[in-house]
């Protein structure tokens, strides 16, 4: 299994950005894909951004040009810019990664973003 160690999450005022932090225990190059997920309170889970091997990149509609999600590969580190942020946004975020040659993916311990008006 993969462990994720999230990171960057706090309290910021509309307009505001925080960056999030994903470090896995393995190498980039060994995880198929990798994403961030969010969970606000009465709400079902849903993917905000995800990141292929290739690179492809994808986002949820209500956070695409607000949101960038990249690596770094030397750092085995999947980072989310948050640009632009709402109320709507807050929530907790996990990352997400599935190894290569895994038939489950691994979760990190998610850090709370709380985004105040």
């Known amino acids: 299994q993969v462990q994720l160690v999230e990171s960057g999450g706090g309290l910021v005022q509309a307009g505001g950005s925080l960056r999030l932090s994903c470090a896995a225990s393995?190498?980039?190059?060994?995880?198929?894909?990798m994403g961030w997920y969010r969970q606000a309170p009465g709400k079902q889970r849903e993917l905000v951004a995800g990141?292929?091997?290739?690179?492809?990149?994808n986002y949820i509609d209500s956070v695409k040009g607000r949101f960038t999600i990249s690596r770094d590969n030397a750092k085995n580190t999947v980072y989310l810019q948050m640009n632009s942020l709402k109320p709507e946004d807050t929530a907790v975020y996990y990352c997400n990664a599935l190894q290569i040659g895994a038939t489950k993916s691994d979760w990190g311990q998610g850090t709370q973003v709380t985004v105040s008006s």
């Open positions: 990141i292929t091997g290739g690179g492809t990149t």
């Open positions: 393995v190498s980039i190059f060994r995880i198929s894909r």
